[in-house]
């Protein structure tokens, strides 16, 4: 079976930092492009990060200098390096394969 | 980045059409045939069911159809059923290399 399941969310003071882990089961992660999507709590989707098989990564200008995204193929998952977090972060973080297969998110909450 | 804009809600009674905009820029929507479309029902992961602005995913329903015209892409829910209840969110890829969602469209079945 296809799937991707996240991990690392949590509660994080601004300015702190938190890694995002996507371990992927049923297809070699490396061979498709991968993204980051996120969801603010009652709000909209909005992408956040991508990098395709070739290792080529771009970012949302929101998050640009901030986030890192990155993959072990030895360990078929796609990690979410997060950095300066500030409140606007705040949002339940997927894991995209393709557009097609999404992971069921996890909760980053950035609060004092 | 900005978003893509779409309208807040559309409506339509058991057995309509109903379609969906979404408005970009020459920049996105309107650079190349890259838009995706999801269906997302409350307290769910979102739904592809659209790809490459007419491509449905294997298995889903030819009552989802989309097509282009300039800058704004559409997507068109014929022969409305109760579980079209759902928020609706386009998304393209940019000349920059990036991708950009719409602002979400409400779907409600009266």
């Known amino acids: 079976e296809v799937q991707l399941v996240e991990s690392g969310g949590g509660l994080v003071q601004p300015g702190g930092s938190l890694r995002l882990s996507c371990a992927a089961s049923g297809f070699t992660l490396s061979a498709f492009y991968m993204s980051w999507v996120r969801q603010a709590p009652g709000k909209g989707l909005e992408w956040v990060s991508v990098?395709?098989?070739?290792?080529?990564?771009d970012y949302a200008d929101s998050v640009k200098g901030r986030f890192t995204i990155s993959r072990d193929n030895s360990k078929n998952t796609l990690y979410l390096q997060m950095n300066s977090l500030r409140v606007e972060d705040t949002a339940v973080y997927y894991c995209v394969a393709d557009q097609n297969v999404w992971g069921q998110g996890t909760l980053v909450t950035v609060s004092s | 980045q900005s978003a893509l804009t779409q309208p807040a809600s559309v409506s339509g009674s058991p057995g309509q059409s109903i379609t969906i905009s979404c408005t970009g820029t020459?920049?996105?929507?309107?650079?190349?045939?890259?838009v995706s479309w999801y269906q997302q029902h409350p307290g769910s992961v979102p739904k592809l069911i659209l790809y490459?602005?007419?491509q449905r995913p294997s298995g889903l329903s030819t009552r989802f159809s989309g097509s282009k015209s300039g800058n704004t892409a559409f997507l068109t829910i014929s022969e409305l059923q109760a579980e079209d209840e759902a928020d609706y969110y386009c998304?393209?890829?940019?000349?920059?290399?990036?991708?950009?969602f719409g602002t979400g469209t409400k779907v409600t079945v009266l």
């Open positions: 490459e602005g007419t």
């Open positions: 998304c393209s890829y940019t000349r920059s290399g990036t991708f950009v």
């Open positions: 990098t395709n098989s070739g290792g080529t990564t």
């Open positions: 020459s920049s996105d929507v309107g650079s190349w045939n890259l």
